[in-house]
């Protein structure tokens, strides 16, 4: 009996781990995604735990960060932002880690933002995660290519276009590895409970929702045999989404490495 509950506490103790290492989340932060015209708006890379403004992990600097904007039926176009970001220092409620940070001139249609980081390491699973994120901008209401693949290897491309939600509306999003549906990928959802305070690269401290149980920090849903899956927006603010592990084979450094894809929508009420 005493070996069968050793061995109990030890499961429950890797599953616990599990469940917090997921719990990170890639950031590409901006105040808005619908945005009445052009100007020069402002970019925060963050690797943290938006729901909690819990832990920062240290951000190498990404392998890749570019930018595809679309206008209309014109061809998209690609610009490298790589050599355009500083490095900064995010404080979050419990610790400060490294972070990334620059600006970029949009002008009208959509500017996908899509961010490669190196695969960060978490010690305690002896593993590694990346998390290969994307946010779409929009200005004026003149939609590009939105829903159009970047050609990351692990993407989600929005079925619902991300940056005119209301409250109450639903975003659908497909998961693709290497430009292929994931089936029944796995799909975690966390909302930017603490907003970002840009002149001080930190998170408030005020939370704007109290979870009731830990559940409700991070949901989890799955995507269908295609790989969409639907969510239903309770809450004006910024959601994030990442589908995880959409390539179980894959390894870096010769450790496991989690490949997920990330995207970040941002819901409105209606008034």
């Known amino acids: ?16 781990s599990a469940a917090v290492a997921s719990a990170h989340f890639q950031m590409i932060y901006t105040p808005e995604m619908a945005i ?8 925060k890379l963050v690797f943290t735990h938006p729901f909690e403004a819990g832990h920062t992990m240290d951000m190498a600097k ?9 206008r209309g039926e014109n061809e998209p ?9 500083k490095p900064i220092t995010w404080t979050s409620l419990t610790n400060s880690g490294k972070a990334w940070e620059t600006s970029y001139q949009v002008r009208g249609g959509d500017h996908a933002f899509c961010l490669v980081p190196v695969p960060y390491l978490e010690k305690e699973e002896d593993a590694y995660i990346q998390q290969n994120t994307k946010v779409i901008v929009n200005v004026g209401g003149e939609p590009g290519s939105w829903n159009q693949p970047v050609g990351m290897a692990a993407e989600i491309v929005p079925m619902a276009k991300p940056y ?8 659908q999003g497909q998961v693709l590895f290497n430009g292929k549906p ?3 990928a796995e799909v975690e959802i966390e909302f930017m409970n603490h907003k970002p305070q840009l002149e001080s690269n ?3 401290k005020e939370a704007e929702v109290v979870a009731p149980q830990d559940a409700y920090v991070l949901q989890t849903i799955f995507a269908d045999a295609n790989g969409v899956f639907t969510f239903g927006i309770p809450r004006a603010g910024w959601w994030g989404f990442a589908a995880l592990g959409v390539d179980p084979e894959y390894k870096f450094q010769g450790k ?14 209606m008034k």
């Open 164 to 171: 005119d939600r209301w409250t109450g509306n639903v975003f």
């Open 1 to 16: 009996m005493k070996t069968k509950l050793i061995t109990l506490l030890a499961g429950a103790t890797v599953l616990c």
């Open 256 to 269: 496991e490495c989690s490949l997920d894809a990330v995207i970040w929508i941002q819901a409105k009420d």
């Open 62 to 70: 990404p392998e890749q960060f570019f930018v595809v904007s679309s």
């Open 77 to 85: 176009k690609r610009t490298d932002l790589l050599e355009t970001i």
């Open 36 to 43: 009445v015209k052009g100007g020069t708006i402002p970019l």
């Open 202 to 204: 930190s998170f408030a």
């Open 182 to 184: 994931v089936p029944n």
